[in-house]
């Protein structure tokens, strides 16, 4: 299965390879996703979107959005990265924390 986090502007995240993603809705209630799941159009909550290929391995804060899911692609439509995302300290080093970084550094450099 495909996830996809997209804003306006970019692709914040793409993994091809995902057997599992997990999310917030709206209504507070969480949503797990696996390949085949039906269709769905639903509102989403800001807070990590947890996702990987045996177990959620992964997670990324993302703002309030759009979840769709069609076929084997699930794609959340948001305005950007949540808060926590910029703030966290990071002990981590890989293309998700460099891409931070780099979006945190070109902000600054606007102020």
């Known amino acids: 299965m495909k996830l996809l986090v997209l804003t306006p502007e970019e692709t914040l995240l793409e993994a091809e390879k995902t057997a599992k993603v997990r999310l917030v809705l709206a209504d507070g209630g969480s949503i797990g996703i696996h390949p085949g799941h039906h269709p769905l159009l639903a509102e989403t909550r800001e807070g990590p979107v947890e996702y990987g290929e045996e177990r959620y391995t992964e997670a990324v804060p993302v703002r309030a959005g759009i979840l769709h899911v069609e076929a084997d ?29 780099d979006l945190e550094q070109d902000l600054e450099g606007e102020e």
């Open 73 to 101: 692609q699930v794609t959340i439509y948001t305005s950007g990265w949540a808060a926590e995302a910029r703030d966290a300290p990071s002990d981590k080093s890989g293309p998700l924390e460099e891409a931070l970084q």
